[in-house]
């Protein structure tokens, strides 16, 4: 026997794991840190999960469908896209990380804005891909030249743009695509709430895919579904390096009834985009400067009558909010995200003990 464990692959020595935002236990937290949707899925989705786990509960000693084919059917009637261009995933990580493993690798970079979505980081380091970042501006605006240059294989546009808020309209994504001889994914986990997307490209363009999650819009992050709308090819590539059973039987019901009902994605997307332009006018009011926003949460940074925007300032206001069971995101590593915090939109009442709380500590 070995005196110790054996080493793990150098690469998987040298990175780190993907940090999520937290999850509290214990009840009476205002949860505004991950972007969950404030309001339930719909009731089809939990009356389609009922029949799944009663009369048709002998269905799970059965492998669920390999390719996730019902929910390709529904995903295909959404965008009217054939469902042979159509990849689900256990959420869209899942996808990203197909992606990544497919067309990523030694000797072929991952390329992403920065700041934009951490993962992408952490996927390509676990498979020796080299990493590119392409600076995103403070006023939201980026070189479409820097990214053609970049040498990327994969480049990531996450759209709308997270953490900050920024959407970039289809024409200018069109652009990109033209000029960058890679694959350009555009990871759209927030489009429901921008009106604006870029599924579009996906049929004009060979190297355009999009990617799409249930977890925000649809309310389903606790049950791990996303899909890629993929270019003639690009699918079959995908499907090789996908684990055969990725998406169990109650995830694919779950999907496929949450697609179905197209009222009430519209229902709950709208009254979050309300209560996300109250919020921003409120904050604004407050003196907190507000990006655009255009997902499901608001990017801001706190000022009051005696601080100055920092990253001390945003800790502090950080800070203040849990003290009250108010739990927001920091992003301190990155100088555009250090000095402010983004807050999911939540229900009404949960934006009013925010707000309450974000006045409270601005007069202070
Ligand atoms: C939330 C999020 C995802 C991941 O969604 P899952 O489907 O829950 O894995 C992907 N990209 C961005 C930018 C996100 O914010």
């Given at each position: 026997m070995p005196a110790s464990s054996p080493l793990p692959n150098p690469l998987i020595a040298a990175m780190s794991a993907y940090a999520p935002g937290e999850q509290p236990q214990g009840e009476g937290w205002v949860k505004l840190n991950t972007n969950e949707n404030p309001y339930p899925p719909s009731?089809?989705?939990?009356?389609?999960?009922?029949?799944?786990?009663?009369?048709?509960?002998?269905?799970?000693?059965?492998?669920?469908?390999?390719?996730?084919?019902?929910?390709?059917?529904?995903?295909?009637?959404?965008?009217?896209?054939?469902?042979?261009?159509?990849?689900?995933?256990?959420?869209?990580?899942?996808?990203?990380?197909l992606l990544i493993r497919a067309y990523a690798g030694p000797g072929r970079a991952v390329g992403m804005l920065d700041p934009s979505y951490s993962l992408y980081t952490v996927l390509a380091a676990a498979q020796g891909a080299p990493l590119v970042k392409v600076p995103l501006?403070?006023?939201?605006?980026?070189?479409?030249?820097?990214?053609?240059?970049?040498?990327?294989?994969?480049?990531?546009?996450t759209n709308p743009n997270a953490p900050l808020g920024f959407v970039f309209a289809a024409s200018q994504v069109a652009l990109l695509a033209e000029r960058f001889a890679g694959l350009l994914v555009v990871d759209e986990a927030y489009a429901d709430f921008a009106g604006v997307d870029c599924v579009a490209l996906v049929k004009s363009h060979p190297n355009v895919v999009v990617t799409r999650t249930l977890s925000k819009a649809y309310a389903?992050?606790?049950?791990?579904?996303?899909?890629?709308?993929?270019?003639?090819?690009?699918?079959?590539i995908l499907h090789r390096v996908r684990d055969s059973y990725n998406l169990d039987r109650l995830a694919q019901v779950a999907a496929v009834a949450a697609l179905q009902d197209k009222t009430w994605l519209k229902v709950t997307v709208g009254k979050v985009c309300a209560t996300r332009s109250l919020v921003g006018q409120r904050l604004q009011s407050l003196g907190w400067k507000v990006n655009p926003a255009a997902g499901n949460f608001i990017f801001a940074e706190p000022r009051s009558r005696t601080r100055e925007p920092s990253l001390a300032t945003a800790a502090d206001a950080f800070e203040f909010l849990r003290a009250r069971k108010i739990l927001v995101r920091r992003f301190p590593h990155h100088p555009l995200t250090a000095t402010g915090l983004r807050i999911s939109v939540g229900t009404e009442a949960e934006m009013q003990a925010f707000l309450a709380a974000a006045e409270a500590w601005s007069q202070g």
């Open positions: 009731a089809q989705v939990v009356q389609a999960l009922q029949e799944a786990v009663g009369v048709k509960s002998a269905n799970f000693r059965l492998y669920p469908s390999p390719d996730s084919a019902p929910v390709r059917e529904a995903v295909s009637h959404l965008h009217g896209l054939p469902a042979s261009q159509v990849v689900v995933g256990n959420g869209s990580d899942d996808i990203l990380n501006q403070a006023d939201g605006s980026w070189s479409a030249e820097a990214i053609a240059q970049s040498g990327a294989t994969v480049f990531f546009l389903l992050a606790g049950l791990r579904v996303g899909y890629a709308l993929c270019p003639v090819g690009v699918a079959e």
